[in-house]
């Protein structure tokens, strides 16, 4: 996950930083010479994971629900499907339209309130997981990209992208010769 940072943020006097959380909730920050360049990290991220996410179509994780051991799929196509581990066979399932709320406690455990289609019913399920920060940056990731699919500009660009092979960033210019990154860990 990617976050530009604002001013309050700052761990130090440098300006034009972002961060990135990895999968394990390490934050890493990088911070460039121009604000221009932020634009073009920003992009390239978000054009990274949307590609990411078409390549891989679907992830599932081990998970714990209700003493149990389940499996939970997070499908571009599909959404959310939960299945019993030994019988394979599906609990649930919901859109990702479906989702109106989530929380996590940080450690292991998230808490989804998914919207019943016939009742309108919010329906709360909680589910355990060993690897909870992949967990959550792969929701994070499935939903950026569902977004960036709704957005013309994206989908166009996409498209430019996927006909060259790689990600376009040329609508982005920048008034420096060569980007530098510099960053800290």
Sequence with gaps: M?????????????????????????????????????LIWEKAFQMATFLEVERIQCKTYA??????????T???????????????AVLWRYKFSQLKGSSDDGKSKIKF??????????????????NLF?????IHAFF??????????????????TTTGIPSLSSLSCNSQTPKLKYTT
């Design 74 to 88: 997070i499908d571009f196509s599909m959404g959310f499907v939960c299945f019993d581990a030994a019988s394979k």
């Design 63 to 72: 998970c714990i629900m209700e003493s149990h051991l389940m499996g939970l």
């Design 134 to 138: 992949a967990v959550l940056h792969c």
């Design 144 to 161: 950026a990209a569902k977004v960036a699919c709704l957005d013309p500009m994206f989908v166009e660009s996409q498209g430019t992208a």
């Design 113 to 130: 309130l998914f919207q019943n289609q016939d009742s309108k019913s919010i329906e709360a399920k909680e589910l355990e997981f060993s």
């Design 2 to 38: 990617c976050k530009i940072l604002k001013d309050n943020d700052l761990l130090d006097k440098r300006k034009h930083c972002f961060s990135v959380q990895t999968e394990t909730g390490e934050d890493m920050f990088f911070s460039v010479e121009l604000e221009c360049e932020l």
